[in-house]
């Protein structure tokens, strides 16, 4: 079996500096243990510092955040790719920082820097697997971002490419990240059966009567509506009960964890 390892290393370069003890022992052990195919980071966030660069065009650290924002509350309710350049423009409106903010940000996009680290352990990286990154960019913008990192990447995949936004299967419902109490849960119900079982496990087998959930291709045309009745049972309880008892039900479920416990977990586990 390939392995990649993933996000999980674009975030420890976001988040680190260069005194920082716990970051040089978390790059220590990414390069002296397992050997991976692939490293594959998050771009604009993990080895770029895009956040500078939107402040500077939106006038304010307080400004650029509504608008980022706003952003990522229409990227990831867009599902179907919508041009990058175009959902920039709408959330600068929306958030009420001005279009001429969105074309700033288009116009000075090759001043993107990197975060401090990012080249230094890219560096390193590179010497022992392929690099990819992946982004919601559009292929132009992706492209000439990447470029900012000073290493040359194996593949840079884009949400043009990709044709979409987010983390939900374009095809199966549902089989996307779903809100719980304080924290939401990744639900992989693949088949008919699966839906049957997280129903069962959620105390809506009354979801199985309802005809616009009765097969896949049904439940894909009303996901929404899908999403917005079991997001409304998951947040009666937090993450990991929810899946603690779908997981004994059969269903594929897990957290999504954020940046801290993700590498909290990853110190426990290397302590044991």
Avoid at 17 to 32: Q, R
Avoid at 115 to 136: D, G
Avoid at 201 to 210: C, F
Avoid at 221 to 231: D, K, N, P, T
Wanted: proline residues 5%; aromatic residues 8%.
């Amino acid at each position: 079996m390939r392995r990649c390892l993933g996000m999980l290393a674009g975030l420890i370069v976001a988040c680190s500096t260069p005194a920082n003890a716990a970051n040089i022992f978390e790059l220590n052990f990414w390069l002296s243990g397992p050997r991976y195919d692939a490293v594959v980071f998050d771009l604009l966030t993990a080895l770029i510092d895009s956040w500078t660069l939107w402040n500077a065009a939106a006038g304010s650290a307080d400004a650029g955040l509504r608008w980022r924002r706003k952003y990522l509350e229409l990227t990831y309710g867009q599902g179907t790719y919508s041009p990058y350049e175009e959902i920039v423009r709408a959330a600068a409106e929306q958030s009420g920082v001005g279009l001429s903010c969105a074309d700033e940000l288009v116009r000075r996009w090759d001043e993107l820097p990197p975060w401090p680290e990012t080249i230094a352990v890219l560096s390193e990286l590179a010497k022992r697997a392929p690099l990819a990154v992946a982004t919601n960019c559009s292929i132009a913008l992706g492209r000439r971002a990447a470029a900012r990192c000073g290493v040359e990447f194996a593949v840079v995949v884009t949400a043009e490419e990709a044709g979409r936004y987010g983390n939900t299967h374009r095809s199966v419902a549902p089989y996307q990240p779903l809100r719980a109490k304080s924290g939401s849960v990744a639900v992989a119900a693949a088949n008919d059966g699966l839906f049957e079982k997280l129903c069962g496990a959620l105390g809506r087998n009354d979801l199985l009567d309802d005809p616009r959930f009765t097969t896949n291709p049904e439940r894909v045309e009303h996901r929404a509506e899908l999403a917005e009745q079991l997001e409304g049972t998951l947040a009666s309880a937090p993450p990991d009960e929810w899946i603690e008892r779908l997981n004994a039900a059969g269903v594929p479920a897990g957290k999504i964890r954020g940046v801290l416990e993700a590498l909290g977990r990853a110190r426990f586990s290397l302590d044991r």
